[in-house]
């Protein structure tokens, strides 16, 4: 009893440390937080959440990517055809999720790659509704614990229903982008689009925005 009381002490230190900087967290949060790494490898290893899709074909859409807009959290609207000659990297994203993390991560690969990519998160209650915050609620968290300075969208639904974002309509439609019908398959699957417009890349939710996968596609 005394062991597991003090791995229990010494594992909430650990918590704590890792969220040193964070706040307006939940517990529940903190705790994911500081666990996703683990998750993460645990995943890779056994190949879960690992999918990654290739237009090794270069198909090209039907309908134009640039064609579409979103409205932003900040109540914006962005253009994608203001995009152009930029690939594009668009995330469904959560707050309460295991790999809300890659917050962390999307926001490093975009300040990284700032000058020939886009980041776009869109926020959405799809999967366990672990994402029951407001715009203006989601818009402080990512501010204040990760720092975000990428788009946002406005929140909305990613999976196939008669209320889907039309830019996820898109990019899970061959008959839109030409030839991928993957949904996404959980919070933070990641969808890349190169500078001509077209969709390249699917990538599931355990490949880390950071990974050699991802920065090999953006280089290419």
């Known amino acids: 009893m005394v062991v597991l009381l003090l791995l229990a002490i010494a594992f909430w230190t650990y918590v704590e440390i890792v969220n040193r900087n964070s706040n307006h967290m939940t517990v ?47 109540g914006n609207e962005l253009r994608f055809d203001s995009l152009k000659g930029k690939k594009v990297l668009l995330v469904n994203t959560a707050s309460d999720c295991g790999y809300t993390a890659q917050y962390d991560d999307l926001e490093k690969l975009y300040e990284k790659e700032k000058d020939k990519l886009v980041v ?24 204040k614990n990760f720092g975000i300075s990428f788009p946002l969208a406005k929140k909305s639904t990613v999976i196939k229903t008669g209320q889907q974002n039309p830019v996820f309509s898109w990019l899970t439609d061959k008959n839109k982008n ?3 019908s993957k949904q996404p398959s ?35």
Do not use: M
């Open 28 to 74: 529940r949060q903190k705790f994911l937080k500081a666990v996703y790494p683990v998750l993460t490898g645990y995943r890779r290893l056994f190949g879960k959440g690992t999918k990654i899709l290739v237009n090794e074909k270069n198909v090209a859409p039907v309908n134009s990517f640039y064609s579409l807009s979103i409205q932003l959290n900040n």
């Open 120 to 143: 776009i998160g869109f926020p959405a209650n799809d999967f366990k509704h672990q994402e029951q915050g407001s715009d203006e609620e989601i818009a402080l968290f990512c501010k």
């Open 186 to 220: 959980w919070n933070f699957s990641k969808y890349l689009v190169n500078e001509e417009g077209v969709l390249t890349n699917y990538f599931a939710p355990a490949i880390s925005p950071l990974s050699n996968e991802i920065e090999k596609a953006i280089d290419q």
């Open 178 to 180: 030409g030839w991928n």
